[in-house]
């Protein structure tokens, strides 16, 4: 069947290459997505549907995640109010020592964030069921929430009835790359030609990259996620200490857990956050599970009466430094990457599509892509 | 023989033999509704009948979701309807 | 030490071997009383041949070699040095049981295929309406109206005769002529015409009418419809019959239950009914080194199959001689449980009887509609994306109703087979049962 090829090809179905094939489309592109299995098959299938602007500090990821918060919502208004997106608002507390937790809610608010601090009678408002002992907070209400894997559907949905195409159950193999410019992408399902292709493969990219002979170092960093039988509403906002901060920026291999707590549409309340570098090992440890389960009793008591149900786990795919890679290959012109953005890809989505959309099609963005440029790689191994 | 075990359920007594569970108890006495669903709060009661099918749950003595047709009935459970 | 988790006539059988040779063994298991579903009772097992559960039963109860832990919910398990740690909760209380060998015998439940209605009120499992009677006295309805396939059919029909219900019919799905496909089993199983025997007096005594190439494929509070089927399940059209009733008992086939063998990284298979079940060699040694499994989880086949393949269990268990009776008893028992499997299959025809708002997912009520939604809308592939999309097989029940029909609507909606890998990924589950926060952050209570 012979079809006009597509302007543009992006290879993941999750939500960065859900939002970056809507962002192209809106730009009057016509956009194929394909990946090796289907839509939210890989870490958007694990995601909680975090949209954080808490949890960052100044600089370049904190200016995206500002904006692409934002974006979120005009997003709800484009494919509508289908994937449950709601400005919860985030309460960070801090368990000991709260200076560290006040100097960084000081910083980000000089870059533009919301950021009250709350102190006892404050916090047994904004959660009345929160440990007494807990009396030093901030209260962050751009902090918002959506169901990740509905979110890439709907949006996918939206690319599809706007002229796009879905192909899946399609591995990328290679590339075909004349001169220095990629023009194919060769797949289990047959090639696809485009003179532009968005590597927005998640904890893969790194793989996709190397097709092209190109080194994009993502690395998966797996986290645990309890979910709870469906329960009384007793969280009302994402609710975490302040520890999380210092685990996301945190280099150890080793494990770190940090506890973080909401509740969700349909009842359930969701536990984590674990951090450890194991490969991609999926394997299931009961330890970790305690100890998650032991940090949410610890924060909110009355959780101790709540049944664990299941329990799943994911891949995030990051780079060293902790920042996604968001730019054209160093080498292949033509091939671009949206990648490696950690514990954050649900809410840097539709901030990184636009910024990557606008460097595609040639106009000016919101901000300064290079602080997510692929080149701070060429040349080193890691 | 077997001895009689004064419950209530939602608010009202009710008895059942020793040993029986909660949910063969209430049956036995009659209530085809244990609980109504979240979303379409439609009625529910034993489906399974061992424990699998979690259709039965009620609220026992303050804890949720606990199976009706495993739990035995026990000298003055206060039971209500879970979700 | 031994420990035998579960304790119906696999997990009986191989602890009473057990223990009569000579070696100490614990039964762990989560009902109050022994027996499982097979030989559930209040005061004594009744039934066909109830007769042959007590010597196993006085063991259980008596044999000073042998410990009972009852009520006692295992959630999770793991292989830690020369050990299994089994996890378990009893009476709100999290313990932990060790040991060094394990046999699994966690039986199987009924499965259950959706219809129009089959979310009333009055709907259950056949299984249900038997553990109300024989476990509790309770007889589930006035008039019961009794569908699916399987012999087991009939002890439920039966027993709720004998206990005063009215059955309104028993309406199995195939017909038995489908025996005639198996005649070796037949004639290997002889015992089995005094069986059948048996339940023609009883269905005869009671005037139960017994219908073929029937099922109920609709139930309002009231009233269940009656249709006439082909052996693959479609509807016939023929002729829907109404029927007063005041429950349905419906079942077809059963599940086997894979949680803790799953856990602890025993290899499983597909089996030729569509089941996932776990790999064993001819002394029922799984494929993890100390572990053994026995009954309905290395394949559907009965209360027969599972006593020899318990025994077998616990005398490969204890390093003992397997007797050339033993294994020609099971040799003829599976070739039984594979007729049933013949006899009595469960196509894709269920599929002809849903509605647009008939109910796939009881838990969180995602009904065929929204299912089918998530495939052509949202591109859903399988049955692990389609969770993802509409939450079916996400609520307390984590899928063991609905899994396997989710999985194959989706697969008829994408004229897609279903892979092996997907139905042992939806047969197995990390967290094994409901565990509260409170326990899990407390640790273990060492026994």
Sequence with gaps: MKRKNPDAIVIGAGIVGACTALALTNAGLKVLIIDRGSVASGTTGAGEGNILVSDKDPGPELTLALKSRDLWFDLQEDVGDTFELEAKGGVVVARRESSALMKLADHQRSAGVTAEKVNGAQLRELEPYLHPDISEGVFYPQDAQCQPMLAAARIIQTVLSRGGELVSQARVTDFEISGSSVSAVITSQ??????????????????????????IPIAPRKGFILVTEPAPQYIFHKVYDSDYVANVASSDADLQTSTVVEGTRSGTILIGASRERVGFDLSMNYEIVRKLAEQATSLFPVLRDVQLLRVYRGFRPYAPDHLPVIGEDSVV?????????????IGLAPGSAALLTDAIVGRESFMDSNPFSPNRFAGVRV | MKKNVSFSFNGSEYTGEEGQSVAAALLASGLTQLRSTRFNEKPRTIFCGIGICFDCVVTINGVANQRACIVTISEGAQIVSSQ | MIAVIGAGPAGLAAARVIALSGVAVTVIDAASKPGGQYWRHRDSVTGYKAGRSRKYFDSIQNHPLITYINGAQIWSAIRKDNSFHLNYIQDGVERTLHCSQLIIATGAYDRALPFPGWDTPGSMTPGAAQALLKGHGVVAGTRIVISGTGPFLLPVAVGLAEAGAEIEGVYEAQSPLRWLQSPLALLLNPEKFFELVYY?????????????GRAITQFTAGTAQVSKIRSDLTMNNLGTRAVNCDVVASGWGFVPDLSLGGILGCSQAVDGDGTVVFHVDRNQKSSIENIWVAGEATGIGGSDLALVEGEIAGLSAISRRIPLALRVNKMRKQLFARALQRSYPVGNGWQDWLEDDTLICRCE???????????????????????????????????????????ELISEAKQVPVVDSERIAYSNRPIAAPISLGSLADGIAEQ
């Design chain 1, 190 to 215: 047959g090639t696809f030609y485009a003179p532009v292709v968005v590597n927005a493969a998640g904890t893969w990219a790194g793989e996709i990259a190397a097709l092209a002979g190109s080194h």
């Design chain 1, 333 to 345: 012109s033509g091939l671009w990457h949206s990648a490696g953005h950690e514990g954050a890809g």
């Design chain 3, 365 to 407: 009520e995602v009904s065929c509609s929204h299912i089918l939604d998530s495939v052509n809308e949202l591109k859903a592939e399988d049955s692990r994306t389609s969770k993802l999309f509409t939450r079916a097989g996400m609520g307390l029940c984590q899928g063991r109703v609905c899994s396997r029909n989710v999985c």
């Design chain 3, 200 to 212: 023609a007096k009883k269905i005869k005594k009671y005037g139960i009418a017994i219908h073929f």
